[in-house]
């Protein structure tokens, strides 16, 4: 259960960039995870709802993008959408692939204001 | 327009004066930021200053992993008998409790530092660190990281090693690389333990293991071996005395990178 680990990273560059746009509260983050990163998206919702209190996003909203598992084959020049355990090329079966999606762990937004209670704006 | 000077930011946006009271900028409340980094930058970054201290120092740093009970610290102990005398080894040994390891291991008159991590399941690049403060870094070749027992946390923390090696005891069953995608793909080699015992498992195939392993598009040798049959160890010996040629090898580019031509 490492989940809880990868908040308090989480928490901790996302309160870096407030202080650095010199905002107080943090009101919600969206974040990037493939299969391969090992990370679970239910376990890390739940581990959030408890590592953002006494934070600055201690009111924050955690949106969770799930990307899929790609893999690329040079010799067919081929993209294929795979399981995490089955990295081979769906044309020819090669396992010497190139990963192109699915290990990431991604910081990709956060929304800051002033006041924690802020409401969210639709962009 | 904005309720306080009629510019063109949205009404109950937030003005900052500077000192002398002149509006320095508007901003939108609440404001979104584009990212786009990695979560665990901050471990990335400890990591990457821990693999600056071993190549300052010319170590060779091994991350090992493998679920509980698959023989790290006897693949280690053997390890250290066999090339003991060659290279001067160093061991850092994570677990929940006890010095046990770390005590089997100065046993065998090598420098050890134990890591207890109370209920943490993992090791990160900051407790590797602050074990390094406990060694002799000018007096060790190859520093082994015994990690913590477990073949999920262990995978998502970067430790500044130069290789990582994953074991896989034959009592555990060879369909755990497709189990646990996410250690076995990362792992640079992968050691099938205990291997003496394939005479009397029928369920367990090293060419099905190796199958699973390269299912994750992973080139790493697979190797059978065990500690209590020195024979079976060369394969795994010599992998690791390539290793320490290959490190040292990359340490004498960089420093001809940076010697005036």
């Not at chain 2, 190549?55 to 053997?78: C, F, Q, V, W, Y």
């Not at chain 2, 082994?144 to 477990?150: A, D, H, R």
């Amino acid at each position: 259960m490492h989940e809880l680990t990868i908040c308090h990273s989480l928490l901790r560059e996302a309160e870096r960039i407030a202080k650095q746009h010199e905002r107080k509260a943090v009101t919600a983050l969206t974040i990037a995870i493939g299969p391969l990163s090992g990370v679970e998206a239910p376990l890390l919702e739940r581990a959030f709802s408890i590592a953002r209190t006494n934070t600055a996003a201690e009111f924050a909203t955690l949106e969770i993008e799930n990307l899929p598992v790609v893999v690329w084959c040079e010799d067919c020049a081929l993209a294929s959408t795979v399981r995490a355990n089955a990295l081979l090329c769906v044309q020819c079966g090669n396992w010497k692939v190139t990963l192109k999606s699915g290990g990431e762990l991604l910081l990709k937004s956060v929304v800051l204001a002033d006041a924690a209670n802020a409401s969210t704006p639709v962009f | 327009m904005c309720d306080e000077c009629g510019c063109a930011a949205g009404s109950g946006d937030t003005h900052v004066h500077d000192e002398q009271g002149i509006i320095a900028r508007h901003r939108t409340n609440p404001q979104s930021v584009e990212v786009l980094t990695g979560i665990l930058r901050q471990n990335d970054h400890e990591a990457a200053h821990n693999r600056e201290h071993f190549d300052r120092h010319d170590i060779l740093a091994i991350n090992l992993m493998s679920s509980p009970g698959s023989g790290k610290t006897s693949l280690l102990e053997a390890t250290i008998d066999a090339l003991g005398d060659r290279y001067r080894i160093g061991v850092i040994e994570g677990d929940l409790e006890t010095e046990n390891d770390a005590n089997r291991i100065r046993a065998k008159g090598v420098p050890a530092m134990q890591i207890t991590t109370g209920q943490t399941c993992h090791l990160d690049a900051r407790m590797v660190h602050d074990a390094l403060h406990g060694l002799d870094l000018e007096a060790i070749d190859i520093l082994f990281i015994e990690n913590v027992g477990n073949l999920v946390c262990p995978a998502g923390f970067d430790l500044g090693q130069h290789a990582n090696v994953t074991l896989l005891s034959v009592t555990e069953g060879d369909d755990k690389p497709a189990k646990y995608p996410v250690i076995f793909r990362i792992s640079d080699l992968v050691l099938l333990s205990k291997a003496d015992l394939l005479p009397v498992l029928d369920d367990f195939s090293p060419e099905q293991a190796e199958k699973h392993v390269r299912a994750l598009a992973n080139p790493a040798d697979v190797l059978a071996l065990s500690a209590r049959r020195i024979e079976t160890l060369v394969p795994w010996l010599e992998w690791l005395e390539n290793m320490v040629v290959a490190r040292n090898a990359k340490a004498l580019l960089a420093v001809d990178a940076l010697a005036p031509s």
